[in-house]
């Protein structure tokens, strides 16, 4: 039987407060207001405590001390608390003023100010770790950026004087031409790359920009090849914010604790506007040094601010702990579960997860594939079998394949493949199993795999039903996100069954 998310409720119905206990059957009444009489409550009475003494008709008697109300009030710079007198509320500070100076107290204040004009309310505990890497991150690639449009200037001979104008309308001619027909371009072949590889494609595309401001700072050495240069480097600044603005709204949302997404969206403007003046600051600075910019100096200044660009926008993704399941992250979750018997965080599969950029992860035994089969791959014999016996009840199979590489080289995969109508928990379900299976398989395929082949397929397929419960349960409990999972364009591909 298919397996479902949702989990039996043993819980009994909350105990419901009926008003009408002597006889809860009876109809209530309508109330009459004619002869209604008002009596003053005292207030105090109802806050009584042990150490407060309160006299017989319900007020404080004299020389006795407030009662105090059982609340305080927190600020970021001190704690108050309300005393009733008998006549009225008196507010008391506790906390925030006696033990300080007042210089301590003017930096608590200027602090606190700061922090709520930067930081938002209710995110996570490692939303501040992403700030401080992106001010890093924000200041130096301002910083490369006002470099780069002075190297522009440069190289067609602007002076000073007239450098707004002619940048106002250089820009407008490059961004508006290709730059944004590129832009577009790329965005729709790579739409759901944004969401399954979220944290490779920004980081690729953060390379990409460091390299188009490289090809802005080259124009003052080749003025001929100004116009090619400038339009190579807008196309990619273009796709680089292409991929900034369709990931933002994922990181922001995986810091929001109390879905204050626009809050921390608004914050993060701000946090922008800032670093980036400071990296305006910091390239005044450094053509202050240079005194002269167009002898070139600015190549060797470009590789550190380069490197401590790319840096930081490597180290602040780390901190990006994102929920939703992908298939790098589930499978990250469930090897985890089979070898040390536990579902990790998604601060721990954030620090597993690496951003391979450059497409070169995968190198690992019996790597597992999502999708369909591949015509061009060779599929075993007894895969074949396994492929063969699936029945109408079965919304997923799970064979081998051997793929050849660019060098002809035969690797040994583990296909997982989905069939259409299937849910979240088949998919896990399946990749479980998978799981299972490699760990199972040995490095080299022996002749006597044919005989035991459906043997290890009945046992993984066995286990990962039995754990599949338990194991949705515990990632429930840790945060993640297991109502879908996003897969890529190739991994979204299904079978249909046909009974002949």
């Not at 994922?250 to 003046?277: M, P, R, W, Y």
Request: hydrophobic share 40%.
């Amino acid at each position: 039987m298919p397996l479902s998310l949702q989990k039996p409720t043993n819980f009994t119905h909350p105990v419901s407060w009926n008003l009408l206990r002597n006889n809860p059957t009876s109809k209530r009444s309508k109330p009459n207001y004619k002869n209604l009489k008002f009596k003053r409550v005292q207030v105090f009475s109802s806050l009584r405590t042990s150490l407060d003494c309160v006299s017989s008709d319900g007020g404080v008697e004299k020389g006795l001390q407030p009662i105090r109300l059982p609340f305080v009030v927190r600020s970021p710079t001190k704690v108050t608390r309300f005393f009733w007198n008998g006549g009225c509320l008196e507010l008391v500070v506790v906390d925030g003023g006696s033990g300080c100076s007042d210089e301590d107290g003017l930096v608590r204040v200027v602090g606190s100010v700061v922090r709520d004009f930067f930081i938002p309310r209710d995110v996570t505990e490692n939303y501040m770790d992403y700030v401080k890497w992106k001010l890093i991150h924000r200041v130096f690639s301002s910083a490369l950026q006002v470099l780069a449009t002075q190297a522009m200037f440069t190289a067609i001979g602007v002076g000073y004087s007239s450098s707004l104008p002619s940048a106002a309308a250089l820009n407008w001619v490059l961004k508006d031409g290709l730059g944004r027909l590129s832009r577009c371009i790329y965005t729709a072949s790579l739409a759901s790359a944004f969401d399954t590889n979220l944290k490779r494609v920004r980081f690729a595309t953060s390379v990409l920009f460091v390299g188009s401001i490289g090809l802005e700072l080259l124009t003052p050495a080749f003025p001929r090849l100004f116009l090619l240069l400038a339009t190579i480097a807008n196309i990619a600044k273009q796709i680089s914010l292409a991929c900034y603005l369709a990931t933002r709204s994922a990181v922001h949302q995986s810091f929001a604790k109390a879905d204050n997404l626009g809050e921390i969206s608004a914050k993060a403007q701000i946090q922008t506007v800032c670093f980036d003046i400071l990296g305006l600051m910091l390239a005044a600075l450094v053509n202050m040094w240079l005194a002269r910019p167009q002898t070139g100096l600015h190549f060797f200044v470009y590789p550190f601010f380069a490197s401590m660009d790319l840096f930081g926008i490597y180290q602040g993704l780390k901190h990006v702990h994102l929920q939703t399941l992908t298939k790098d992250r589930l499978e990250i979750i469930l090897s985890t579960w089979i070898e040390n018997g536990y579902v990790p965080s998604p601060a721990e599969v954030s620090e597993k997860e690496v951003i391979d950029f450059l497409g070169v992860k995968g190198k690992s035994l019996w790597p597992i594939r999502i999708g369909c089969i591949n015509p061009k791959d060779e599929i075993p014999q007894w895969s074949m079998k396994t492929i063969q016996s699936i029945t109408d009840e079965d919304y997923y199979f799970v064979c081998t394949e051997i793929s050849k590489g660019l060098k002809r080289t035969r690797q040994h995969r583990i296909l997982l493949s989905i069939r259409e109508g299937a849910e979240a928990v088949h998919i896990i379900t399946g990749l479980l199993q998978a799981c299972y299976m490699r760990r199972g398989l040995a490095n080299n395929i022996s002749n006597s795999a044919l005989e035991e082949w459906p043997v290890i397929v009945e046992d993984c397929k066995r286990y990962a039903e039995n754990d599949i419960g338990n194991l949705i349960e515990q990632m429930v409990g840790m945060g993640w996100v297991v109502k879908n999972i996003l897969l890529s364009k190739e991994e979204q591909g299904r079978y249909s069954f046909v009974c002949e």
